[in-house]
C-alpha cells in the first residue's frame, strides 16, 4: 500500500490555519489542566496510513457488559495528544449489539469535570440509569447504565457520547465519541464494513487542544483538523467490484459535513440508523452535527478517489460566518488489483415505517438566540427560555403521535435533535424532498422551518430536546420534554 502523500498546498493550508487560531478567554478547562506551551500549529502524523477501525466489543448470549473510561491524554492524528478520549482511544470502542440485548456500560469519570452518556439514537428508555441525559457523574466518580435494547429495535449505525448540559461540546470537541452499532439488518452484498466517524478538533503545537473562544461559541465551533476515526486523511485500499460500506458519523461538534467522493458513486442505503426505501446515489452527501448515514461504494476502475468535505454556510452572523473556504480532503479510496465480478444491490431496501396513527396533537417550537446571554454573550434559547432541567417544557400523552413544526427565527441553521423518538419529516419551508425513513436530526435553515412526525409510542418517559451545534445547547437551546 502506498501512503498518499499530502500535497505541499495542503501542509501549508493546514500550517496557516493552525499559526491563525487565536486562543482568546484564557483558561479553557482543558488547557488549564495540562502543561501546553500553547504555541505552534498542530502537525499531524500518519497521514495517509489505511483507515483503521476501533476496538469492536461485541455482545455474546444477549448481553454485552463494558467499562468505559473518560480521561485525557489520547493518540490522535498519529501524535501523543492531551485530547480527551474513551479507554484511551478517541473514538472510544465500537459497541455491537443485536435487538434484544442487555447492554451494561459502567462509566469512570477522570476528567476534571462532570460527565455522563447519551446513547445518540438508540431507541431504550430515557428513565432511570438508562439512557438518561440527567445523569451527573463526578469526577473520579463511575456509574452503571444498563440499556435494555428492544427485541424489535430496527438494525443501524448510531453513536455515543456525554451529555451533561454545559460540558457537551467542550468534551466532545476533546475526542470523547464512539460508535454504537446495531446489528445486522439484511443481508447485502458487503465486502467491507467500515464505521468512519468524522471528528473534529483544534490542536496547538504541543498537543493540546485550544480552547474556544466566544466567537466560536457563538457560531459554534469548526475545528482546524478533520479526522476520520482519529486520523488524518487516511487511505482505504479497495479492489474493483467489491462493495465498500461505510457507516459515516458527523461526530463534529457543529460542523456540517457535505461530503463528496471524486469520481466513484456515493449510494445512500440508511440514515440516522434507519433503511431508506431503496439505495440513492448522491452527489453531495449532507450531514448535520449527529447525522449518520451507511453508504455503498462500489468502486469501478483503479486509481485514487478522494472524500471531500465541501465548505457548507450555517449562515453568519455579525460579520462572523461559518463554513471553510474549500473542500478539504477527509480520506482516500485507493483501488487496485483486477476487477471482481460484483453483485448488485436489491432495488428495495427493508425499510422501517413508523405507526401510522393519526395525529392526536400538533405543536410548535422555535430555536431563537440573541443578545444578552450570560456574561453578554448570546443567548441560546428554545420558545425564549434557555434550558431549565427541573422546567416540564413539552407534556406528552404516551402513545400518541404528534406533530411538530419546529421553526428557527435566527441567522444560523440549527440541527434539530430529539432523543429516544425518531421522528419523520413531512414537510420543509425549503421544499427538499422528504423520504419517509426515520430519522433523529434534521437541520432547519436560517429562518426556516420543518414540520415532523413524532410517535411517542416506544417508551415513557422524560428527555429532551435540542440543538445538535453542541456549543448551542451548552448555552441553552435545549428542552424537556415528558412522555407520560
Ligand atoms: Cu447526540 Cu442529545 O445528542
Ligand atoms: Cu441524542
Ligand atoms: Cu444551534
Redesign the pocket.
Known amino acids: 500500500m502506498t501512503p498518499a502523500p499530502i500535497s505541499r498546498r495542503r501542509a501549508l493550508a493546514l500550517g496557516g490555519l493552525g499559526t491563525a487560531v487565536v486562543v482568546a478567554g484564557a483558561t479553557g478547562w482543558i488547557a488549564s489542566a495540562t502543561a501546553s506551551t500553547g504555541t505552534g500549529a498542530f502537525d499531524p502524523s500518519g497521514t495517509g496510513a489505511e483507515l483503521l477501525q476501533p476496538p469492536l466489543l461485541d455482545s455474546r448470549d444477549g448481553r454485552l457488559a463494558v467499562e468505559l473510561t473518560a480521561a485525557a491524554g489520547v493518540r490522535l492524528a498519529g501524535r501523543d495528544t492531551s485530547a480527551l478520549g474513551f479507554n484511551g482511544g478517541s473514538p472510544g470502542p465500537t459497541l455491537r449489539v443485536r435487538p434484544g440485548d442487555e447492554l451494561a456500560v459502567l462509566l469512570t469519570n477522570r476528567l476534571v469535570q462532570p460527565t455522563n452518556l ?1 446513547t ?1 439514537g438508540l431507541r431504550v428508555s430515557p428513565q432511570a440509569n438508562s439512557d438518561n ?1 440527567f445523569v451527573s457523574i463526578e469526577p473520579g466518580a463511575s456509574f452503571d447504565y444498563l440499556y435494555r435494547i428492544p427485541a424489535d429495535h430496527p438494525a443501524g449505525t448510531h453513536w455515543y ?1 456525554p ?1 451533561h448540559h454545559g460540558m457537551v461540546a467542550d468534551q466532545l470537541f476533546g475526542g470523547l465519541v464512539g460508535g454504537l452499532i446495531v446489528d445486522r439488518g439484511p443481508d447485502l452484498p458487503i465486502t467491507t464494513d467500515r464505521l468512519m466517524l468524522v471528528t473534529d478538533i483544534t490542536l496547538d503545537g504541543a498537543g493540546a487542544v485550544v480552547p474556544a473562544n466566544s466567537t466560536d461559541r457563538a457560531m459554534g465551533r469548526e475545528g482546524r483538523l478533520l479526522l476520520v476515526n482519529g486520523q488524518h486523511q487516511p487511505t482505504l485500499s479497495a479492489a474493483p467490484g467489491t462493495a465498500e460500506r461505510w457507516r459515516i458519523v458527523n461526530a463534529c461538534t457543529s460542523r456540517v459535513l457535505a461530503l463528496r467522493l471524486e469520481g466513484q458513486q456515493l449510494v445512500q442505503i440508511a440514515q440516522d440508523g434507519s433503511f431508506l426505501s431503496r439505495p440513492t446515489r448522491r452527489d453531495t452527501l449532507v450531514l448535520a452535527p ?1 447525522n449518520r448515514a451507511d453508504v455503498v461504494v462500489q468502486p469501478t476502475g483503479t486509481g485514487r478517489f478522494a472524500l471531500l468535505a465541501d465548505p457548507y454556510d450555517r449562515g453568519s452572523m455579525m460579520g462572523s460566518s461559518t463554513g471553510d473556504t474549500g473542500p478539504t480532503t477527509l480520506a482516500t479510496l485507493i483501488t487496485s488489483g483486477p476487477l471482481r465480478a460484483s453483485t448488485p444491490l436489491p432495488a428495495v431496501l427493508p425499510a422501517e415505517t413508523l405507526p401510522t396513527t393519526p395525529i392526536s396533537r400538533t405543536r410548535q417550537t422555535d430555536f431563537n438566540m440573541g443578545m444578552g446571554g450570560m456574561g453578554g454573550g448570546m443567548a441560546m434559547s428554545i420558545d425564549g427560555r434557555t434550558f431549565d432541567p427541573s422546567r416540564d417544557d413539552q407534556i406528552v400523552a404516551f402513545g400518541s403521535t404528534e406533530e411538530w413544526t419546529v421553526t428557527n427565527t435566527s441567522p444560523l441553521a440549527h440541527p434539530f ?1 430529539i ?1 429516544v423518538w425518531p421522528f419523520t419529516v413531512t414537510a420543509a419551508g425549503d421544499g427538499r424532498a422528504t423520504t419517509g425513513t426515520p430519522q433523529d436530526v434534521v437541520l432547519i435553515p436560517p429562518r426556516g422551518w420543518v414540520r415532523l412526525r413524532i410517535p411517542f409510542t416506544t417508551f415513557a418517559g422524560r428527555s ?1 430536546y ?1 440543538c ?1 451545534i453542541l456549543d448551542h445547547e451548552d448555552a441553552g437551546m435545549m428542552a424537556t420534554v415528558v412522555v407520560t
Open positions: 447519551h445518540h441525559p457520547h451529555h449527529g435533535h432523543h429532551v435540542h445538535h
